[in-house]
């Protein structure tokens, strides 16, 4: 682990000493520091296991015409609840040197990609869920030609304070066919064609079936994929196919099948109505660097959801978290719509409403077999209408059904029914008062919830927040916050205090489980 870095630092230190001697260098760099004083609280199950907890991250990037550098800085030695086990510790995970040169972009170190849709490569960050499984290798950017663009990259992937697993190597190639063909230009058409190919590297381990049968394990793992991208006017379609190749598993239980994931996605679009509509099957395609490795880390690509990311609190209570291992259809469709100001349905102001429908349920073995069991649906209605010129109101329906026994392990199926009310006051020019109000009702788990927020906005500095989610079915618990926000140009303070419940905190179909927590809390960001 610290022989490569030693090498990238030099490098780094080598060129930067290069771009200072060029004109125009940059220095760019961001602070992000999330602390709890934490306190014991039975009745939630929260834990005082020391004084003071802190994630925080530094990072500084130094850019010039032909080169750029950077480096980032991690301290989690004594980690937020929910980071203890894997993350605990501090140093410098990410150190990168790229140059720039006609066109040509070549990275070594730390580094990002993604492939198409990320069906067989994707590598990004999200500290909410405290997922880095960045790269640490070559990367290459090219365009050879104009309309073409290739990549080339291979690398160690990122496993929490090292980089385990096995090597992963690939190639991704793009052609915007509208760029070599004035007619489709001239008829507001793009067509983009993708392919991408991944490699895994990983040596045979002495893994046993049984006491005296051992697993054949394969030391390379192949992975493409190909795509079509077509945009005409409103119109937008995409179609995507991937396949994988042999790559028994923790994840599948050592199964030998080949895995395979295929989308199609079409987007319709123009002023005042928009529509959506996609589908997805997937079948054994988790797809890791190592083959032991469980939870979030060491995955090598990612695949959507096709559900709706809710913001309003009862509707992330349960989210769904992707199958990658068994495999799942998913479906959504979204329509939106604006009435029109001064009509019978419109008002004075207009209207927008929007459904949105999503499901996801087991595979069969044939492509056009239906069937299964249901993993997730939620079909939500959404209304924003402007009362007055200084009220605003957003009214939310949601039917949800949620396998929690495919997505946690256990607990059956959870069939709730959610309403929001949300309400915005303009109270003066830099005064703006919110309000929520949810209620979330299920006979199953820990039964009904309601939820209250008030938020006064002073801007351009000042945000107070204060809630409460209290579970008014089983447990009785109020979950209760108090936050107050501060925004001095590029700086952002906040304090709070109160109590979170322990639940799996989930963004783009990917899940962390969260303990519950009690304390104060202060979060500090700085961009420059």
Same mark, same amino acid.
């Given at each position: 682990?610290?022989?490569?870095?030693?090498?990238?630092?030099?490098?780094?230190?080598?060129?930067?000493?290069?771009?200072? *001697?060029?004109?125009?260098?940059?220095?760019?760099?961001?602070?992000?520091s999330d602390m709890l004083v934490p306190e014991t609280d039975e009745k939630i199950g929260a834990e005082k296991t020391a004084d003071f907890l802190t994630n925080t991250y530094a990072e500084l990037q130094l850019q010039s015409r032909h080169v750029d550098a950077g480096a980032r800085i991690e301290y989690l030695e004594h980690p937020l609840p929910g980071y203890e086990k894997d993350f605990e510790g501090w140093g410098v995970p990410h150190l990168w040197v790229k140059g720039r040169l006609a066109g040509q972009e070549l990275t070594l170190g730390t580094f990002y990609e993604q492939f198409g849709s990320g069906f067989i490569l994707r590598t990004y960050e999200e500290r909410s869920l405290g997922l880095d499984n960045s790269l640490l290798g070559a990367h290459l950017v090219m365009h050879p030609v104009k309309g073409v663009t290739l990549k080339a990259l291979s690398g160690k992937q990122r496993r929490y304070w090292s980089?385990?697993?096995?090597?992963?190597?690939?190639?991704?190639g793009e052609v915007s066919l509208d760029e070599w063909m004035p007619t489709l230009q001239q008829h507001d058409t793009r067509v983009t064609l993708g392919a991408s190919w991944v490699n895994k590297y990983e040596k045979a381990e002495d893994i046993f079936a049984d006491p005296t049968h051992r697993y054949n394990l394969p030391e390379f793992v192949n992975a493409w994929d190909v795509r079509v991208n077509l945009n005409h006017g409103p119109l937008s379609l995409l179609a995507e196919y991937a396949q994988k190749t042999q790559d028994p598993s923790f994840d599948n239980g050592y199964d030998y099948h080949y895995g395979s994931a295929a989308m199609l996605s079409g987007s319709y679009s123009k002023k005042g109505l928009s529509v959506l509509l996609q589908a997805k099957r997937s079948e054994n395609m988790a797809f890791r660097s190592r083959r032991t490795q469980m939870g979030n880390a060491g995955y090598i690509n990612h695949l959507p959801a096709f559900t709706l990311d809710h913001t309003y609190m009862l509707a992330t209570l349960y989210?769904?978290?992707?199958?990658?291992?068994? #495999? *799942? %259809?998913?479906?959504?469709?979204? !329509?939106?719509?604006?009435?029109?100001?001064?009509t019978a349905l419109g008002g004075r102001y207009g209207m927008n409403v929007k459904v949105n429908y999503s499901y996801v349920r087991s595979i069969d073995k044939g492509?056009?077999?239906?069937g299964g069991d249901t993993y997730y649906q939620d079909l939500n209605v959404q209304l924003t209408r402007r009362l007055t010129h200084d009220l605003k109101l957003n009214l939310m329906y949601m039917n949800q059904h949620y396998n929690m026994t495919v997505v946690e392990g256990e607990g059956g199926m959870i069939r709730s029914n959610i309403f929001v009310a949300d309400a915005m006051y303009q109270i003066a020019? =830099?005064?703006?008062? /919110?309000? *929520?109000?949810?209620?979330?009702?299920t006979r199953q788990d820990e039964r009904d %919830? !309601?939820?209250?927020?008030? *938020?006064? =906005?002073?801007?351009?500095? %000042?945000?107070?927040?204060?809630?409460?989610?209290w579970n008014c079915g089983d447990s009785k618990i109020h979950y209760y916050q108090g936050l107050a926000t501060y925004n001095l140009g590029a700086?952002?303070?906040q304090?709070?205090?109160?109590?979170?419940?322990?639940?799996?905190?989930?963004?783009? #179909?990917?899940? /962390?489980? !969260?303990?519950?927590?009690?304390?104060?809390?202060?979060?500090?960001?700085y961009n420059f």
């Open positions: 682990m610290n022989r490569p870095l030693f090498f990238i630092a030099a490098a780094c230190l080598a060129l930067t000493a290069v771009a200072q *001697e060029q004109q125009d260098v940059v220095l760019t760099g961001s602070i992000q980089w385990h697993g096995g090597l992963v190597s690939g190639a991704d989210t769904y978290a992707t199958q990658l291992a068994t #495999g *799942e %259809w998913a479906y959504q469709g979204e !329509v939106g719509y604006n009435f029109k100001r001064k492509w056009l077999k239906w020019s =830099s005064t703006r008062l /919110r309000g *929520e109000l949810q209620y979330l009702t %919830w !309601v939820c209250g927020l008030l *938020e006064l =906005s002073l801007a351009p500095h %000042w945000m107070f927040t204060v809630s409460d989610t700086h952002r303070l304090a709070g205090y109160g109590r979170t419940q322990a639940s799996y905190n989930c963004a783009g #179909g990917v899940c /962390r489980y !969260v303990p519950a927590t009690k304390g104060f809390t202060l979060s500090y960001s």
